[in-house]
């Protein structure tokens, strides 16, 4: 099966940048994912790539993909304090099915 | 349209009994999804549909679970004789057919006492 791993926790002081780290291993996948989800509610789509791009920036966000090393990244410039959430890296390899990671508790302190 | 509604967005049940969620999708998509996530863990695929045709089912959805989408527009989630086990978060999600991306719900979740 598809595995999608995450670091657990990152702390960031607001206005830093924060980056979030994710690796993969299924090499057939073709778009990858970053979710957020706030505490008890379900999860907001933030952006996705291609696997044929290497990098996608939607205003603060910033997505970077290294296919040959299976990683991805996500940047938060400029963090806010209602940026503290988990964030959860997703890739597919069909058109319907998502494998998550563990997701990435971000703490955002002043 | 609102995006996609989930019900209950809570429910506390005993073991051994039954359970229904309902999921109503965004308006159009094609295709809706479940979800399960337990407590510290990434959503887990169980199972999805094409309009009303349920297409594949997870090995984690065991045979008290059923899932139907009668007419192609919401869906509903049935456990039946629930176990503690089946504490978690079932999520639901919408897409338009041959799309790359899924629109999440809010969730039911689910404690077995």
């Known amino acids: 099966g598809e595995d999608v791993e995450q670091s657990l926790f990152l702390s960031v002081r607001e206005g830093d940048s924060s980056v979030i780290n994710c690796t993969y291993t299924?090499?057939?996948?073709?778009?990858l994912y970053w979710y957020k989800q706030e505490p008890g509610a379900g999860l907001q789509l933030l952006t996705y790539?291609?696997?044929?791009?290497d990098m996608k920036q939607d205003q603060r966000l910033t997505v970077l993909l290294n296919k040959k090393d299976k990683h991805l990244s996500l940047r938060i410039a400029d963090t806010q304090t209602g940026d503290s959430a988990i964030y959860f890296c997703a890739e597919t390899s069909n058109d319907y099915k998502l494998s998550f990671g563990a997701g990435t508790t971000v703490t955002v302190r002043a | 349209d609102t995006g996609v509604s989930q019900d209950p967005r809570h429910k506390i049940t005993k073991r051994g009994q039954n359970v229904t969620f309902r999921c109503d999708p965004i308006s159009e998509h094609n295709r809706l999804y479940w979800y399960r996530q337990t407590l510290g863990q990434g959503p887990e695929f169980l199972t999805y549909f094409q309009n009303e045709a349920q297409l594949e089912k997870s090995r984690l959805l065991s045979d008290r679970f059923s899932a139907e989408r009668p007419k192609g527009s919401f869906s509903t989630l049935e456990i039946q004789r629930t176990e503690q086990g089946d504490s978690a978060m079932y999520l639901c999600?919408?897409?338009?057919?041959?799309?790359?991306?899924?629109?999440f719900g809010p969730g039911t979740r689910l404690l077995v006492l």
């Open positions: 299924d090499s057939s996948s073709t778009y």
């Open positions: 999600a919408s897409s338009l057919l041959y799309t790359e991306t899924q629109y």
């Open positions: 790539i291609f696997s044929n791009m």
